[in-house]
């Protein structure tokens, strides 16, 4: 067991004598192991003084006296066990608040093992290798050597040129190319590395086998350029860095690329491996998704005898933001059956509009890009506005029918495909639907409502297409009201279409509120009957009406509306319906009547506001 002591002047002590008012500039410095105790004493050469007044601090805090012995009148000793790691503590004897002298203490082990020694090359132009030091409480000293080859060569035992620290100390490192002493062996596969350690506990070493070809990391690829493009692909080319082609395994080329549409992330464009390769390389990226779209390429290298799995040796990217090539669009716009809108008759003329759906952004495929229109009966007939969304016609003869021609085109041409509209004459033009209303339930979710059109003899509707607008500028009417979304609705029989009726009518849904009729007045008065007329509005906020409901009692008159008999009620089914008759009523008598509709689930809307009305006398 190691026994340390300081302060001392007694023989028996290795030991240096302190008096009371002396103190050291730096003190006397001991490293202890941990696991071993720590022994302190404190000598009094004045005999003014005794023991007794004597005592120790760590760090200037106190140190409890049952861990202080007093050996004798001028002699004091402190025992510590087993001291906790600590890079350096302050141990100060004291007399009367008056330093006598003071010692740092370090409390450390032996050297630990490094456990994360790394080399790499970096663009074969030099060699560093550096470790993290392992926590320790005492000064430790490294010293990095290496062999290379085998045989002969593997006798000469190369140093480090300088060991380097980090500002913290925690991590060193050892740095070599062409003019240090030693300089990089830049030739070898592979070299054989001693890191020894050592302090004043002991001694520890690590052998290291480093595959040196496997760790260098290459510049990034030099003077990118896309030397030509189509609409699918570019054709790449580049220069692997001057000392990477003296590289004897040669690199590997990685390119990616990330393009405007589609899902952002990075896609393998293509690997070159197999050989060296020298000067310029070139690379054809082909399948490129979509024509006129910007596409960020990147282009990286790694040795080839780096680890398949290990990405972090692939270098920097060298990028490039190339436009691909331009071609007609993809495909025509989208249309209906019903993708015409009739706005105005006068005179047996008409006004329409064609509307179609954008085609994608990724199909347009090149600048200049529009949408042409042409009419098959009447090469003459021109649109007096078209947008992106629509054509407009002015003065189109009610009593003929027109075919419409959509295609998309750009600076290249048109696209191959057409979409065709047709407007059908005025006599086999089939009626809109009756009281389109769209409910908002959630943004971008409605629910919608109509009523069948009136149909002429031999005219069946097959289906409904339901039209959605997002843009205002797509409509030639601005959207107004609730909605930012403009909804359309076109009823369709087998050979003809109503064209679009855009809803005028929306209401937002509240789970606890009920529509009410407000427009409701009395229509005719009898003897014994009165007749209801009523008649609904978008304001009401009811939809899917499947009946009427008029409630009536006799009362005293206008001023008094209380009931004088029990109320009673009358159910009118169908929803087209707008009067009601009340019959076997009392001549010369004064009525209160309210109406409420029968909507979907056999729910009701609130009653609306009263009428009053005396029958006429008998």
């Known amino acids: 067991m190691q026994i340390l002591f300081a302060f001392f002047c007694i023989s028996i002590y290795f030991a240096v004598a302190c008096q009371i008012g002396y103190i050291s500039p730096k003190g006397h410095d001991i490293e202890i192991e941990y696991g071993n105790p720590l022994n302190l004493a404190c000598v009094i050469t004045d005999t003014t003084y005794k023991s007794d007044s004597l005592s120790f601090t760590r760090n200037d805090e106190p140190i409890p006296s049952e861990m202080i012995d007093v050996v004798n009148s001028t002699v004091i000793n402190l025992h510590i066990p087993k001291p906790a790691l600590v890079s350096k503590d302050l141990y100060t004897c004291i007399s009367n608040d008056t ?64 060991l380097q620290s980090e500002a913290n100390n925690k991590r060193k490192y050892c740095f070599w190319d062409k003019l240090t002493t030693p300089h990089y062996r830049l030739v070898y596969e592979s070299f054989n590395f001693t890191l020894k350690m050592n302090n004043t506990f002991g001694q520890n070493q690590i052998n290291v086998y480093f595959v040196h070809f496997s760790k260098v990391w290459s510049g990034p690829p030099e003077n990118l350029m896309a030397e030509s493009v189509t609409p699918s692909s570019v054709y790449l080319s580049w220069r692997v860095p001057s000392s990477m082609q003296t590289f004897p395994p040669g690199v590997h080329h990685r390119i990616l690329y990330q393009c405007k549409y589609g899902k952002k992330e990075w896609k393998l464009g293509g690997m070159l491996t197999g050989r060296s390769f020298r000067g310029r390389t070139s690379f054809n990226l082909t399948n490129l998704p979509n024509a006129h779209t910007i596409c960020e390429i990147r282009v990286s290298l790694r040795s080839a005898k780096a680890l398949p799995d290990d990405k972090s ?153 339901i039209f959605t607008c997002s843009n205002v500028r797509d409509r030639p009417d601005q959207c107004t009201g609730l909605l930012n979304w403009k909804l359309a609705i076109a009823a369709n029989t087998k050979d003809s279409s109503s064209g679009m009726l855009w809803s005028d009518c929306k209401i937002k849904y509240y789970k606890n509120k009920r529509g009410k009729l407000r427009n409701v007045w009395i229509y005719r008065v009898g003897v014994t009957f009165v007749e209801l007329g009523w008649a609904r509005d978008c304001k009401d906020g009811i939809v899917n009406v499947y009946g009427y409901i008029a409630y009536y009692c006799p009362i005293k008159g206008p001023l008094h509306a209380e009931c004088t008999a029990p109320a009673t009620n009358i159910t009118f089914p169908g929803n087209a319906i707008s009067r009601g008759n009340i019959t076997d009523l009392s001549p010369h008598t004064t009525y209160m009547f309210t109406i409420s509709a029968v909507t979907k689930r056999n729910t009701f809307s609130q009653q609306s506001d009263p009428l009053y009305s005396t029958t006429l006398a008998g």
């Open 99 to 162: 330093t006598v002298c003071k010692t740092y203490v370090s409390v450390g082990i032996k050297p630990q093992k490094v456990t994360d020694f790394s080399c790499i090359s970096n663009n074969y132009d030099n060699l560093t290798c550096s470790w993290t030091t392992p926590n320790n409480y005492v000064s430790t000293d490294y010293n990095l050597t290496f062999t290379v080859g085998e045989g002969r060569a593997a006798r000469y035992i190369y140093l480090c040129p300088v």
């Open 313 to 465: 040796m692939w270098s920097r990217n060298a990028s490039i933001t190339v436009r691909t090539g331009s071609k007609i669009p993809d495909e025509p716009p989208l249309t209906d059956v019903g993708s015409f809108e009739i706005v105005a008759f006068d005179d047996g003329y008409r006004e329409v509009y064609i509307y179609w759906k954008h085609i994608k952004e990724k199909q347009k495929n090149g600048p200049l890009f529009r949408y042409g229109i042409s009419c098959e009966e009447d090469d003459s007939i021109k649109p007096t506005e078209i947008t992106n969304a629509y054509a407009k016609f002015d003065n189109l003869p009610a009593s003929k029918s027109y075919t419409f021609h959509i295609w998309s085109e750009n600076m290249n041409g048109s696209s191959l495909g057409r979409s065709t509209v047709r407007v059908p004459e005025e006599a086999d033009h089939v009626k809109e639907p009756k009281n389109f209303i769209a409910v908002k339930f959630s943004e971008g979710d409605f629910e919608l409502f109509w009523e069948p059109p009136e149909l002429s003899t031999n005219q069946y509707i097959t289906n409904y297409t």
